[in-house]
């Protein structure tokens, strides 16, 4: 038993100390082969992730430039729409106003045209009532008088007959 003992020792210390030298040749056949490639990746990750952060990056100040300009360009728009309000509603009073007048003045107009057509029917119309009253006169001062009146006697009657109708 005690051979075995010592054999299991020495196997023991025999076992740790090639688990440690394997474990070492290893680590050392990593570092060749699998440690800087596995360096090398994950530096070109980090190096895209960068990139892409500072794509990002010019990209939001991209967007905020555009949305600054379209800000902007709204409020250009915006003044632009209330300028254009405000000059047709401008254009609108003054258009109002010009109808009216226009209105009031076309009112005037056919007033006076048709006081004057009314004054020429009652001159008209005076007239025809003249030669109608003159040729009344002369059939009635005829039958008074029972005689014809000649054309100036009957012109003098009808003059002061119509006299006395102006009065």
Do not use: C, Y
Not at 9 to 30: C, H, Y
Not at 78 to 101: H, P, S
Not at 103 to 124: M, P, S
């Amino acid at each position: 038993m005690t051979a075995n003992l010592v054999l299991g020792e020495i196997t023991a210390l025999g076992d740790t100390i090639v688990t440690l030298l394997s474990f070492l040749i290893l680590m050392a056949l990593i570092k060749k082969f699998a440690w800087h490639p596995l360096m090398k990746v994950l530096t070109d990750r980090e190096e895209m992730i960068n990139a892409n952060i500072d794509k990002a990056e010019v990209a939001r100040e991209k967007a905020e430039k555009q949305k600054a300009a379209a800000d902007a360009q709204l409020k250009e728009v915006t003044a632009k729409a209330n300028d254009i309000l405000t000059r047709a509603q401008v254009e609108g009073t003054e258009m109002q106003q010009r109808i009216i007048t226009e209105a009031k003045e076309d009112a005037i107009r056919i007033k006076v045209l048709t006081q004057k057509e009314i004054e020429l029917e009652r001159k008209q119309s005076l007239e025809s009532l003249r030669s109608e009253v003159g040729a009344l006169s002369v059939d009635i001062a005829g039958k008074i008088i029972d005689r014809e009146i000649n054309q100036r006697d009957q012109n003098t009657l009808i003059e002061k007959f119509i006299e006395g109708l102006d009065e």
